[in-house]
């Protein structure tokens, strides 16, 4: 076995471990909230689907990818490969379209009472269920030809019209039909990708206004950076950075395979350690900024002529 292979496997290891525990401990620290009373509740319920969203999409790509690495043969059968791939595809499109509601859910609870949004305010959380539901839904039926496109590696008789994929194979199809497929991916991921900075430049629009509203309110001098406002923007920019920075790069790999049907060890390799990059990274990222933020967020469901008294309080 080459050390570059040992060394992926342990790096495909280390972000199963971590970003597992890291989603297990949100999960906990929501679920906990939720049965003590804490927070807001639809929040809540976005995040603990996005944890286990997230945990699907690292163990559906780094188990695999950990036992490539360590040269374990045939391990996956055709069936094996047509689940494995169907679950990751499906996975990662709920976790944009789940990261993209709870981005929405939000700018819809921080918006003011006079905004056009104000009527959604009470009967948002009414449509939380509904919208998972549907983003199920559509994330089946978009992924719905990945089994028929994958197959297992080692029992495959025609490799001509055949895109290595390392543990597995995908056939390839007619040009037109594969780029057909690969625009509607795309368009799915642009369109959440758009909404996603579209509701945080709202939200951040949002809390520098209120900011300066409130500025009154403070009768000792507080450090700018120490003001909730700035820390939920900064989650707010971090968390969006971070998601629009992994999926992006992860689209332009995958428009590249589509288009070129050419593929190499490191890319397939860096295109598996990007898919997983925002699953891992994204509740440690929740966590360090949960503490003020949660709450603010919370206070915002109220009316927003409460906001002094209740800012004084964070």
Known sequence: MASTDVKFALIFLFQIVVGILGNFWLFYHFTSHYLRGYGAKSTGLILRHLTLINSLVILSRGIPETMAAFELKSFLSDFGCKVVFFVHRVARGMSID??????VFQAITISPWGSRWAMLKGKASQYIGPSNILCWT????????????VTDKWNSRNTSRTMDLGYCISKLHDKHTDLLYMLLISVHDVLCLGLITWTSVFMVSILHKHRHQVQHIHRTKVPPTSSPEIRATQ?????VTTFVSFYTFSSIIYIYFSVFYKTCWWLITTSALINSGFPTACPFILLSHNHCV???FSVCMGRNTHFPRLIREI
């Open 294 to 296: 949660s709450r603010f």
């Open 98 to 103: 789940t990261t993209c509601l709870l981005s």
């Open 138 to 149: 559509l994330n089946i039926i978009l992924h719905i030809m990945v089994p028929v496109y």
């Open 235 to 239: 989650s707010i920019l971090v968390l």
